[in-house]
């Protein structure tokens, strides 16, 4: 097996079709077929489903399509020369990195380690691009259940409500999930921390409106489509115009994660761990203010 082989299987999964995946890499279609065909065989499984005219992954493929974008992600890397002296720091989040202790980290990894660059990059999936070798740690809100991954809790934050601006709840001083449930609540359903499972199961929302991102889930709530649910830190670094953040009162926090890949990584991730417990602990001024290490929320944007 070579690299070949990944790059074929990953223009397949990304063009949908073997005839545009070879044009992609500048191959003829049944050199594409062929390497793709000695992929599955090496495997032993199945990648491709080929039943029908738009090709689609199996569920053996989906699994396999991180890991190999991870590895060429890796292999270019590794043969990237502009990095060699200066090797960025990669760290992903997928709409409000570490909330009000972002600027802090940022400034402090600049003083402290002015050799690395540390890049701080929205990528709008559910392990922001950590899964698929996009970078090298990321900051995530929730549960993450993705194999590989190690994961410390770095603090909690309360939930709040996003509603429309000019709206019947907008005036309210609080609300609950009750108070949500009578109409469309708009979920982000790639990287975002809200399922109907938030609601009792006897008491979930009448219906929902999907969205892939952050700034989709916005222009929705201040177009009357529906409701929403956050972590708070969405309140001060996605203000809009058009949404109203009101403290929830009876939904669990978010915990906010710091992730990475088990095994050997970039040589500065452990470095970028521990500042980042740092900055937490010294609850830098920078906007609300939480409770490190999963204690509970101690606060909301006024």
């Known amino acids: ?14 063009e949908g079709s073997v005839t545009r995946a070879a044009a992609a890499l500048h191959l003829t279609q ?27 992954l199996t569920s053996e493929g989906t699994a396999f399509r ?9 292999f270019d890397e590794a043969l990237d020369a502009g990095r ?31 050799g690395t660059p540390l890049e701080l990059l929205r990528i709008d999936d559910r392990t922001a691009g950590l899964t698929r070798g996009e970078v090298d ?25 996003a509603v429309t601006a000019d709206g019947p709840l907008a005036g309210r001083s609080r609300l609950s999930l009750a108070d949500l449930a009578g109409a469309p609540v708009v979920l982000n359903t790639v990287s975002g921390t809200t399922t109907p499972g938030l609601w009792p199961a006897d008491a979930r929302p009448a219906a929902t409106v999907t969205v892939a991102n952050t700034d989709d889930w916005l222009t929705a709530i201040a177009a009357g489509r529906g409701s929403g649910v956050s972590a708070a830190s969405t309140a001060q670094m996605h203000p809009h115009a058009g949404v109203v953040y009101l403290p929830l009162t ?6 906010v994660l710091l992730a990475h890949r088990d095994g050997p990584g970039h ?5 970028l761990v521990a500042l980042a417990h740092e900055v937490v602990r010294r609850g830098e001024p920078g906007g609300m203010r939480s409770d490190p290490a ?4 101690t606060g909301t944007p006024e």
Do not use: C, I
Not at 66 to 71: F, Q, R, S
Not at 250 to 255: E, G, L, N, T
Not at 294 to 297: F, K, M, N, S, V
């Open 1 to 14: 097996m070579e690299l070949r082989h990944l790059r074929a299987f990953l223009a397949v999964a990304e």
């Open 30 to 56: 049944p050199a594409v077929s062929r390497t793709l065909a000695a992929l599955e065989a090496h495997l032993g499984v199945r990648l491709v489903d080929r039943s029908t005219h738009h090709l689609a």
């Open 66 to 74: 991180d890991k190999a974008a991870a590895a060429v992600a890796a």
């Open 84 to 114: 060699l002296h200066h090797w960025p720091l990669r760290l992903g989040h997928a709409w409000s990195a570490l909330g009000p202790y972002t600027t802090p980290l940022l400034r402090s990894w600049q003083r402290r380690h002015p």
């Open 137 to 161: 740690a990321a900051l995530l809100r929730g549960p993450v259940d993705a194999p590989g991954l190690v994961t410390e809790v770095l603090f909690t934050e309360a939930r709040m409500a």
């Open 250 to 255: 009876d939904a669990p926090p978010v915990p």
């Open 267 to 271: 040589p500065a991730l452990a470095n």
């Open 294 to 297: 999963g204690e509970g929320p």
